[in-house]
């Protein structure tokens, strides 16, 4: 009850990554490749229309010699990074329907093959496995097992409750079109169009008929890292774009855990969506954008 493709690397290894996994020569990157052509966030794996897919953050590839920002998966394919260096899809694995969680305050979503279940402020769904979580759940290949904190490891399966401190979730199976969805709610009704004006050290956020709300500082570099990225992306790349000096993950997660929140605040603040800026619960955070909203990359 997961998707996943298998690539193989420049160097002959096999490497499994899922949703949200990223391509690129960041350390943190599920799949990273120690060369300079390649971007610190190059590619990210995404499910999405049924489909998994690859599509281009800050780096380009190509299929054929034909340069695409996107790619759908599929055994045989061959993706190629840069001149003498590509990854060949070996396997891509796309069941009927994925394990996911929702209740506890979470959005409905499918997990990660490991993600730990964070409870301060509010409960979070993080990939990987952290230090101190309430909780953790992963992936055997024949199914899934959980494990919380002082507890025995117990098997995880469709229709099961997990009572995490608090807070109460129920384990569903999500079909893949549910689970590759971005799912985007209105605050306070229908929401006008939105012309957003990313400059890097700050953002215009323009409506019409009012007066445009301006962002500096970290709050206008976040969403324009955001922009200049366009499509979701990791917490960690977006925090070590944001505060490079910075290596260690555990000092950079609440840093940007509250800069995010305050963003949120902010926006709401000056009445505009909070569901701009989204994070899915498994790691990623992406800019929500409706049709009729414009952006200019100024950045």
């Not at 007066?211 to 990225?229: C, K, N, T, W």
């Not at 944001?242 to 993950?249: A, G, I, T, V």
């Not at 505009?272 to 994070?279: A, E, K, P, Q």
Request: glycine share 10%; aromatic share 4%; hydrophobic share 45%.
């Amino acid at each position: 009850m997961r998707a996943f493709v298998r690539v193989r690397a420049p160097d002959g290894r096999l490497y499994e990554l899922v949703h949200g996994d990223m391509v690129g020569r960041l350390w943190s990157a599920a799949l990273q490749l120690d060369d300079a052509r390649i971007s610190e966030a190059h590619a990210m794996v995404s499910l999405r229309e049924r489909s998994l897919k690859l599509i281009a953050l800050r780096g380009a590839f190509a299929v054929d010699g034909r340069p695409v920002s996107e790619a759908t998966l599929r055994s045989g394919l061959v993706l190629q990074l840069a001149r003498g260096l590509q990854l060949d899809v070996v396997e891509v694995h796309l069941p009927d329907g994925v394990l996911g969680l929702v209740g506890g305050g979470l959005a409905r979503q499918a997990l990660p093959g490991v993600c730990s279940l964070v409870d301060d402020q509010g409960l979070r769904i993080e990939k990987g496995y952290r230090d101190g979580a309430s909780a953790w759940l992963w992936d055997t290949g024949n199914g899934w097992r959980i494990q919380q904190q002082g507890q025995a490891s117990m098997a995880l399966a469709p229709g099961d409750t997990v009572q995490v401190g608090a807070h109460r979730c129920d384990v569903v199976l999500l079909s893949l079109a549910a689970a590759g969805e971005s799912p985007t709610r209105q605050v306070g009704g229908v929401g006008a169009p939105l012309r957003l004006v990313a400059n890097y050290d700050t953002v215009h956020l323009h409506r019409e008929g009012q007066p445009a709300v301006i962002l500096s500082g970290i709050l206008a570099r976040l969403v324009s890292e955001m922009v200049a990225l366009d499509g979701p992306v990791g917490w960690s790349v977006l925090a070590g774009q944001l505060w490079p000096r910075e290596p260690d993950l555990d000092v950079l997660r609440p840093r940007f855990d509250v800069t995010l929140s305050r963003l949120r605040r902010r926006l709401r603040q000056d009445q505009l969506r909070t569901d701009l800026v989204r994070s899915d619960g498994a790691g990623c955070v992406e800019l929500v954008l409706y049709p009729h909203d414009v952006v200019e990359d100024r950045t």
